[in-house]
């Protein structure tokens, strides 16, 4: 059963979302601000229960949505979905820089939250359960000082181990299996998103600039008007 931890401020809204999620089968714990979710989430690495993806809102007292975000970051890569109540994108960009996988903007349409809930449950396991992705199974591919271990899900630059979030993890794959090949936005949306984007396109920027930073900024290669491709 997937464990489901929602952090939000709001009582209405926490109660709303946490009982429609149930009817979809999901277990759900709630937490009203940012440090009572972080002691939740860490509580779950010490005998609780284990939360296979985070709700996160983005406008929290004490620890906002964004700092939560990037404390859970430094010691895991369980999927993080943060919602959002602006629709100009800037929370958005935050979270997603932060190292969110995605975002809901609310009121939140709850048949749009479960199929990113199930979006981002997908990416974080379907690479791993398919034997390595993209390319040939069970591959070690190399691009440069970077080595990828497709059935091991293991990523490395100059023999150092990288860590790397899900989101980050599938879209180097999918660089990888047409390394030289330019890949534009939207095909990078539909592939390692499984959605379609309902705002603009900086959330391929924001992840292929975290993805530079743990990589090399050499290796990914941008081409104006068209996309992205990654270097041999």
């Known amino acids: 059963m997937t464990h489901v931890l929602l952090v939000e401020d ?19 714990e709630t937490a009203p601000d940012g440090l009572a ?7 779950g690495g010490d005998g609780g229960p284990v939360h296979d993806v985070l709700l996160l ?18 010691t895991s890569l369980v999927p993080i979905v943060m919602m959002s109540a602006r629709g100009d994108g800037l929370d958005v960009v935050s979270g997603l820089e932060a ?28 690479w791993a359960a398919a034997g390595g992705g993209p390319g040939e199974s069970g591959a070690v591919l190399t691009f440069g000082d970077v080595t ?47 959605h379609a984007w309902d705002g603009d396109s900086r959330v391929v920027d924001l992840a292929v600039q975290r993805l530079r930073a743990k990589i090399g900024a050499e290796r990914i290669e941008t081409v104006r008007g068209f996309g992205y491709k990654l270097r041999r």
């Open 10 to 28: 709001d009582e209405v809204i926490r109660r709303t979302v946490g009982l429609a999620l149930e009817r979809y089968g999901y277990t759900v």
């Open 37 to 43: 979710g972080l002691e939740a989430f860490r509580a």
């Open 57 to 74: 809102d983005v406008m929290l007292p004490g620890l906002d949505g964004i700092g939560l975000c990037r404390r859970i970051r430094e």
């Open 99 to 126: 190292g969110a996988d995605d975002y809901v903007v609310k009121p939140v349409d709850t048949a749009v939250l479960v199929a990113r809930i199930r979006s981002v449950l997908r990416r974080s396991t379907d």
């Open 148 to 194: 990828v271990d497709t059935a091991g899900m293991e990523v490395r630059r100059d023999g150092r181990p990288v860590a790397l979030t899900p989101t980050e993890l599938r879209l180097l794959l999918e660089f990888a299996a047409q390394p030289g090949v330019v890949l534009g936005r939207r095909t990078l949306l539909g592939n390692v998103w499984d």
